[in-house]
């Protein structure tokens, strides 16, 4: 079966029944984990190498999320889990493109389950309630009432689509487009997809980076002047 | 006269949430009004509360958004007062 419609259990720990979803998204983690640790397993003062890039993409991100948030220590304090998102979201996002995803049972990108984004949005949230609660401490919670307690209902509302269009917009394009690629494997089975395969390079780096820079912005208007 | 400074990744997260956000709110207020009108056997009257409610929000969303951009041209406009009296 394609996108996530069997929900088969490979195996259980204890009560805990363990989906293919999951066990995919261990190997992610082992993947992006082993690259690390290769990058930093025998680390110079002068890097090179592995080492090299990865000192150079943490001082991009640092001086991005920066220019994003305004505050250099909110950045700095945020920085491991946005990258952390941004890398995972990318790979999760290119597993749809190995030969097979999508057709092997048990084996699809987990961005395309709407399971997998809502916890990602919800680590969101917890992110920016931890980080304006951290800058702000109980006034945070003011802005909820801000301007007036009769705001109340719509900061409400605003709270809610937030995560909810992180949601909705990771799984929609994601899903569309591991749809749109089975459909064209199955209709014309050569050259054709290809297109549509580079395309999704493309979509794949672009989803990961908007989730994101949405997350950023969101930690950032949590700790800001405003509040 | 100073550059105005385009800071491009928040330009780029202000267009893609404000777009995605209404849309959202849209869609909370409705189905969320749809689901307590059958709840509670109200139709169509929550529904429009939600639809009412999700408008306000979109709007208020829309103001700030706009407040924030009228305040970052302030200060850039101060700004090049203070550098080329």
Redesign the interface.
């Known amino acids: 079966m394609m996108f996530g419609f069997w929900d088969g259990v490979f195996f259980k720990i204890g009560p805990i029944p363990v989906d293919h979803l999951v066990v995919t998204q261990w190997g992610i983690v082992a993947v992006i984990g082993l690259v690390a640790f290769f990058a930093t397993r025998n680390m110079q003062i002068c890097p090179s190498g592995l080492q090299n890039a990865f000192e150079a993409m943490i001082v991009w991100t640092y001086d991005f999320f920066t220019q994003l948030m305004d505050k250099e220590h909110v950045a700095k304090r945020y920085a491991p889990l946005l990258t952390t998102f941004f890398l995972f979201i990318l790979f999760c996002n290119y597993s749809g493109l190995i030969p097979g995803a999508a057709h092997i049972k048990g084996f699809q990108p987990p961005t395309s389950n709407w399971n997998v984004t809502i916890t990602l949005a919800l680590i969101t949230v917890f992110a920016v309630q931890i980080s304006g609660f951290q800058e702000h401490g109980l006034h945070y919670f003011g802005h909820f009432v801000s301007p007036s307690p009769l705001m109340l209902p719509l900061n409400l509302l605003e709270e809610i689509t937030h995560p909810l269009s992180l949601t909705v917009r990771l799984f929609g394009n994601i899903f569309g487009e591991e749809m749109i690629i089975a459909y064209m494997l199955f209709l014309v089975p050569f050259v054709v997809p290809s297109a549509l395969m580079a395309l999704s390079v493309l979509l794949g780096a672009i989803q990961a980076i908007v989730f994101t820079i949405l997350s950023a912005s969101y930690i950032a208007a949590a700790t800001g002047e405003g509040h | 006269m100073t550059d105005k400074k385009q800071?491009w990744?928040?330009a780029?997260?202000?267009a893609?949430?404000l777009a995605?956000?209404v849309?959202?709110?849209f869609?909370?207020?409705l189905l969320g009004g749809q689901w307590l009108d059958e709840k509670f056997n109200t139709a169509p009257w929550l529904m429009l509360i939600g639809l009412i409610?999700?408008a306000?929000?979109s709007g208020?969303?829309m103001w700030e958004r706009l407040m924030d951009d009228n305040r970052s041209d302030a200060t850039y406009q101060k700004k090049d007062k203070e550098e080329n009296p």
């Open positions: 800071n990744p928040k780029l997260a202000n893609i949430n995605t956000s849309a959202m709110a869609a909370v207020g409610f999700a306000l929000t208020k969303m």
